[in-house]
Nanobody, 127 residues
Framework: QVQLVESGGGLVQAGGSLRLSCAAS????????MGWFRQAAGKEREFVAG????????SYADSVKGRFTISRDNAKSTVYLQMSSLKPDDTAVYYC????????????????????WGQGTQVTVSS
């Protein structure tokens, strides 16, 4: 059983930055692809960014490319999401997720392919 705990959310002004962290336990973190998703009020959950377990290949939603950076520290079993140039449209609950059956080179943007989820952390961007 894999447990994921997000932290780092909060209130920030437009144009500001935040770094989200997701600490994993209960499994072999270095063998999992990891993803960040978000869900705004009244909207469906959507893919934000993902990172493979091998070679740390990354993938981003078009809406965050050039502003967000996903990274991982396998020694700390933690994945990060550095968010810059934040916009009010980035306001959402952010979730990290683990894909434990991923191929080494593959990053999925599909929610159903992630087996474990954190509880989420709220990010609010004021205008």
């Amino acid at each position: 059983q894999v447990q994921l705990v997000e932290s780092g959310g909060g209130l920030v002004q437009a144009g500001g930055s935040l770094r989200l962290s997701c600490a994993a336990s209960g499994g072999t973190f270095s063998n999992y692809a990891m993803g960040w998703f978000r869900q705004a009020a009244g909207k469906e959950r959507e893919f934000v960014a993902g990172i493979t377990w091998s070679f740390s290949r990354t993938s981003y939603a078009d809406s965050v490319k050039g502003r967000f950076t996903i990274s991982r520290d396998n020694a700390k079993s933690t994945v990060y999401l550095q968010m810059s140039s934040l916009k009010p449209d980035d306001t959402a609950v952010y979730y990290c997720a683990a894909n434990i059956n991923s191929a080494s080179y593959y990053v999925s943007a599909v929610m159903a392919e992630y087996e474990y989820w954190g509880q989420g952390t709220q990010v609010t961007v004021s205008s």
